[in-house]
């Protein structure tokens, strides 16, 4: 069965420092993978998507993610965090009946 | 403004009693999906619509039911509540229902069961 694990359930940054969200998932095939962002209080927003070709995806408000096959890794990154990143980040794979499978979730905290 | 439209944004009820949540998908998407989010289970696919014909199931208890209208639009039905199904439910659209395609989500419907 398709799995997404985040094995960070709580990051703390200090601003304008890099961040890099971590991210493996369980799936038998080539896998789609995405990127979600959930302000409080908000609904999910999608970052950014892997399907195909170059693994190295660029997303919206300046995160970037890596796809690794090998290690079964897709790991968000940014490299300067602002105050305004400060959210919950899920990172999901497209399962075999076309939903998202999402993982558990890591929330963001930014220090001044 | 995602495109999605759920209502209400907040809903409050008794045990036992039964709710109805509404979700509009962002035009020109076909599929519509439900998703439980709630602290200790986190993110739960519930049921999935497509074209208003049912497409795949996830983790949906046999006391809820959905259905998607000819206009597209989608309703999640919630009966005989119980205090765990206080939960963010969440509806997302898609164009179609081919893997890969990222979702639109709502803001939510907050529930709380009393």
């Known amino acids: 069965a398709q799995s997404v694990t985040q094995p960070d359930i709580h990051i703390t940054v200090s601003e304008g420092a890099s961040l890099e969200l971590r991210c493996n998932y369980s799936?038998?095939?080539?896998?789609?993978l995405f990127w979600y962002v959930q302000s409080p209080g908000q609904g999910l927003q999608l970052l950014l998507k892997?399907?195909?070709?170059?693994?190295l995806v660029q997303g919206i408000k300046g995160f970037e993610a890596e796809f690794k096959r090998s290690q079964s890794s897709f790991n968000l990154r940014k490299p300067s965090v602002h105050w305004s990143d400060a959210a919950e980040y899920f990172c999901?794979?497209?399962?075999?009946?076309?939903?998202?499978?999402f993982g558990k979730g890591t929330k963001l905290s930014v220090k001044p | 403004d995602s495109g999605v439209t759920q209502t209400p944004k907040h809903l409050i009820t008794a045990t036992g009693q039964r709710v109805t949540l509404r979700c509009s998908p962002r035009s020109g998407d076909l599929s519509v999906y439900w998703y439980q989010q709630s602290l200790d289970q986190g993110l739960q696919f519930l049921i999935q619509?497509?074209?208003?014909?049912?497409?795949a199931k996830g983790n949906i208890l046999e006391r809820f039911s959905a259905q998607q209208f000819p206009d597209l639009h989608s309703e999640l039905n919630l009966s005989s509540l119980e205090l765990g199904d206080s939960a963010l439910y969440f509806c997302?659209?898609?164009?179609?229902?081919?893997?890969?395609?990222?979702?639109?989500f709502g803001s939510g419907t907050r529930l709380t069961v009393v």
């Open positions: 892997y399907f195909s070709g170059d693994t």
């Open positions: 997302a659209s898609s164009v179609d229902i081919g893997q890969g395609n990222g979702y639109t």
């Open positions: 619509y497509y074209n208003g014909e049912e497409r």
């Open positions: 799936y038998g095939a080539t896998p789609y």
């Open positions: 999901a794979v497209s399962g075999s009946q076309g939903n998202l499978i």
